[in-house]
């Protein structure tokens, strides 16, 4: 099936790195996105002026107005979400963005899988997201585990029920979804529980380790779920997955 432009979203990536847009661009025009690029104030005007965009990947640090002063003019001129991307994770640079209107903050350096997961979180909050049908997944398979994502059941490899609560269940489900993939701590907490989680929330950490005494891996293999020093955590074994029966 062939994609028409006007079923996909428009990012805008204002970066004065080049090497930043260009791997930006390059990761989301892979997943299906148009994306245009700025490395000032003044570009991103000269595109805004021409091309309605869903989304802005914003730097704090840029030549001339700040990110700031651009989210400003964003907001005002504008119903395009934004993400803010900030040198360091700052709670004075995450208040100032938030009291601002930005939807949300990623610190450099960062994963591109999770700039894109975050992107696409901001652009289902706001109704904006477009994307190709794909086949629904029911089950994900891993480590001789089976989950079945419409009843919210996991099963052993003996196809005996594992017990976990429903929110162990809800931060599962998005490991599975992103396998071998780093999630940080403030992902993982904004999918589970969205802006009523706090800077110093430790919910994640209890989950995980919950996780890991209900979900054994054998002695020979690497642990499940493995802990990233000052990133997050990441499951770490493959997950296969299979559509729902049509």
């Known amino acids: 099936m062939t994609i028409m432009p006007d079923t996909l979203n428009h990012i805008l990536i204002v970066d004065d790195e080049l090497a930043i847009q260009s791997l930006i661009k390059r990761y989301f025009q892979k997943h299906g996105a148009i994306v245009h690029c700025a490395g000032s104030g003044d570009e991103m005007n000269e595109v805004l002026k021409l091309q309605s965009v869903d989304l802005v990947i914003l730097d704090v640090n840029l030549p001339g107005k700040d990110g700031f002063t ?10 395009s979400g934004v993400i803010m ?9 995450r208040l100032t963005g938030l009291n601002g209107g930005a939807d949300d903050f990623v610190p450099k350096p960062f994963e591109m899988s999770e700039l894109l997961a975050r992107s696409n ?5 706001l109704g904006r997201l477009k994307q190709a049908p794909k086949p629904d997944t029911c089950s994900y398979h891993f480590s001789g585990y089976q989950l079945d994502s419409k009843v919210r059941e996991l099963l052993n ?4 029920k ?3 609560s429903p929110a162990e269940m809800d931060l599962l489900i998005i490991f599975v979804k992103h396998p071998q993939t780093v999630l940080s701590r403030d992902y993982l907490l904004q999918q589970t529980r969205g802006r009523d989680a706090g800077p110093f929330d430790r919910t994640i ?3 995980v380790g919950q996780l890991r005494k209900k979900i054994l891996t054998p002695p020979d293999q690497e642990p499940l779920f493995k802990t990233i020093r000052g990133g997050g955590y990441m499951l770490t074994h493959t997950v296969n997955r299979i559509p729902c029966n049509t």
């Open 85 to 93: 991307l900030t040198s360091q994770n700052e709670l004075n640079d």
């Open 70 to 79: 651009l989210l400003d003019e964003i907001k005002r001129d504008h119903d």
């Open 121 to 125: 979180a901001v652009l289902r909050r």
């Open 162 to 164: 594992i017990e976990i």
């Open 205 to 207: 950490d209890v989950r």
């Open 157 to 160: 490899e003996n196809g005996e």
